[in-house]
Each structure stands twice: as C-alpha cells, then as structure tokens.
C-alpha cells in the first residue's frame, strides 16, 4: 500500500461539487488502484509519501489526438505565413495528402519513433492517458500499423485507439469517396476490429471530409462489430453531423464550433460529451466559438484536448489547452480541469477507470507545484509539475 499524504486534492468527483477539494487529503493505493480518498487523518497505514502541501489531480486525459504520423508541415505553416491557403497548399499535393505519403512510407517502429518525444510533451505535464486515432494511413495495411504502433506506446501512458479510417480521401481513390467508404466499412473496420486494435470509431463529417450518408454508413459498420462512435463534427460548417452522432448515442462529437441549438439539444439528451479543441481554433485563426454557453446551459459535459496533429493543431501541451479554453472560449477554471480530466474520461467511455480520484480507479495522478487550480490554467508555456503517478507508480 502506498500513501500520499499531505496533499490538497482536487478530487473531480462527479458526486463532489465544483473541483470536488478536500483539504489536507491523503490518496491511498494497492497496486494500481486508488483504495481510499479523504482527509490524511483517516488514511490507511502503508509506504508514506509526504506531498508537503503540494495540490494533487486526477493524472490528466488527452482525448483527442492525432499523434501517431509521419513527417511534420512546418514547411506549409511558412507558405501560408507568406500568404498561399490551405487549399493551394493542397492542390500542390501539400497538406493531409503529404502527411498520408510519409506515413505510409514510415515502418511501424519509425511511426513509434517519432511519436515518442510527442507524448512524453504530453506526459511531461502529468498526462496518464492519451487518445491516439488512426487516418494518416488511408489504406487496411497502412491504418493497422498506425494503430499497432499507437499501442506500443502503451509502456508511458494508457493509450486509447480509435480508428479514423474515413479522414480523408487517399489520391487513389480520387472522385471515389463511396469506393472509399466501401472499403473502410467492408475491409478496415473488420481487420481492425478483429485484431482488437481499436477502441472506438471516428470520421471526419465535414465538406473538405465525408458526407453524413458516408459518416452513417461508417457507424453502421461500427455498430455491427460492437464498438463505439464519435465525431469530427461541424468544424468548418454545419451537416448537423452531432446530432447523427448522437444518435448513434456517440461518445463524444468534437470541434463544434459550427454546431447549433439543435446538435446541442440532440448531444444532451443522448449524453454524448462535447470536445473542444481549441489548438485548432487558434491554429487556424478561426473565428467562430463553439456554442459554450448553450452547451452549459444544456448540461453537455465539455472536454478539452490537444487536436495534435501536423497540419492544423501541432499542440502537445494541455495545459496550453486549457489556457486558449479559457482565454478565447472563455471556459472557467473548473470547466477546464474537468475538461482535461473527468470528461475527458466520459469522451473515451472510461470514466469507470480514470478521470477522477475515486476509489476503485486506477491511481493515476498529477502533483503539482502550486498555490491554487488556477494556475494549471493561467500560466501559458510554465510546467509546475512536481510529479506523475501512472498506475500507482
Ligand atoms: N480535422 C482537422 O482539422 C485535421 N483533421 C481533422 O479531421 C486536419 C489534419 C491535417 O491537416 O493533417
Ligand atoms: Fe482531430
């Protein structure tokens, strides 16, 4: 058994409210699961660890990445910082079509070689948990070594995997998009699913992406194998595709900053968790705000997460997540922590293991250096990590 003690505990317990605080608190474990949670003075007896006052936090939850590609397109951010768009930059065989090409020229051990100084960004910062989604491979061999190099990195943090076969038209498919959706909903899903690579499936619902009909056909195919859905939804415009993602009682339906009272009445009655990426939104120079205050109202549960991706989210810190949340969506310190750590859990369907200190779950923890919550939220670019806890170790 080990005890840490002397510690002020934001536990974000859903039957706690706000941050769910317990002052001089103590958080005990056997093996990898939290025992016990509450004051230091009832705490079990075991190996001591004496936090000295420092503040104590779920281990954070990163649960929506991109992480695992090839190549970077810091050469298109100096174009477009020249003046070319996006959509020159892609007819020049640039963008997602670039990263598509390194990555399938990428071995699995490179795909797992490059993500690494990636995540321990991510773990640097307290992250015990990190979604890693597939849709830079584009065909069955290639998605299956992304998703097979995302779970090796399983040995730093608890990896998620969800499948994002239909992201993006590969060239070979050009003025083929329901060829493609054949192949994702009759080859990939199947292989991906039979080799119990993937947690979850996601598409990307948008004009530059698949139509609702393809998306439905993709969750159809997810339905039949037994796995959930979630959805790159209303980034750019409204298909209304979180309400079609609702109901398929998805997950979670993420960006959203086109969504309407609408998706939001759908989202809430199907419980489905809004992620907000605002990595994407500041990366962009995006001017449209999700719909916060109607999502607040709705009682959706928000997250926040990286987006990290080459091309529109080159983000590797939730911390500075959590900053632009509350800088630009105007997000508040507790909507923030609960973002990156309980619903964040509730996005990947695993709030019965992570995302809160509770226990039952698994000890994942992230002790820190300061004086109040806030802080994690208000610095930009200051890592107050005092130390990680991954599985009670
Ligand atoms: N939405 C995005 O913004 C990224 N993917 C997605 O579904 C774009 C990814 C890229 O440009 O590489
Ligand atoms: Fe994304």
Redesign the pocket.
């Known amino acids: 058994m080990r005890v840490w003690r002397n510690a002020r505990l934001a536990t974000l317990s859903p039957r706690l409210p706000g941050l769910g605080v317990i002052e001089d608190g103590a958080v005990a474990a056997e093996g990898e699961r939290i025992v016990y949670v509450g004051p230091s003075a009832d705490a079990p007896a075991g190996e001591a660890i004496d936090c000295e006052g420092r503040w104590i936090t779920p281990g954070l939850i990163d649960c929506h990445t991109?992480l695992v590609?090839a190549g970077d397109?810091a050469h298109e951010f100096e174009l477009r910082l020249e003046g070319a768009t996006y959509e020159e930059i892609a007819r020049a065989g640039g963008?997602?079509a670039s990263?598509v090409k390194a990555t399938r020229e990428a071995s699995e051990a490179e795909l797992v070689a490059s993500a690494r100084p990636r995540l321990e960004a991510l773990v640097s910062e307290g992250v015990t948990t990190v979604e890693v989604k597939s849709?830079?491979g584009l065909s069955t061999v290639d998605e299956v070594k992304l998703l097979r190099a995302a779970r090796a990195l399983g040995d730093r943090a608890s990896i998620v995997t969800t499948f994002?076969g239909a992201?993006?038209l590969p060239p070979e498919y050009a003025g083929n998009p329901d060829a493609y959706i054949d192949l994702v909903c009759e080859e990939m899903i199947p292989a991906v699913a039979e080799a119990g690579l993937a947690d979850a499936v996601d598409a990307?619902c948008?004009g530059i992406?698949f139509t609702p009909a393809q998306t439905e056909r993709v969750f159809q195919a997810a339905r039949v194998r037994g796995l959930p859905v979630k959805l790159?939804a209303e980034?750019l415009s409204n298909l209304n595709g979180a309400a079609l993602a609702a109901q398929y009682g998805a997950l979670s339906a993420d960006?959203l900053e086109h969504l309407d009272a609408a998706g939001v009445a759908a989202m809430s009655r199907a419980g489905t968790t809004a992620v907000l990426l605002p990595g994407?939104f500041y990366f962009?120079r995006d001017e449209k705000i999700p719909p916060i205050g109607a999502l607040r109202a709705a009682g959706v549960p928000m997250a926040v997460a990286t987006?990290c991706?080459?091309?529109?989210?080159p983000l590797t810190s939730l911390l500075l997540a959590m900053n632009i949340a509350a800088t630009l969506f105007r997000l508040t310190v507790e909507e923030c922590l609960a973002g990156v750590t309980r619903n964040a859990a509730r996005a990947l369907g695993r709030l019965d293991q992570v995302g809160a200190l509770e226990a039952g779950k698994l000890c994942d923890l992230a002790i820190w250096d300061i004086e109040r919550p806030a802080e994690l939220v208000y610095r930009m670019g200051f890592n107050p990590l005092h130390a990680r806890v991954w599985r009670g170790r």
């Open positions: 991109h590609h397109r963008g997602i990263t849709g830079y994002l992201h993006a990307f948008e992406g790159h980034q960006h994407a962009l987006d991706n080459p091309g529109t989210s």
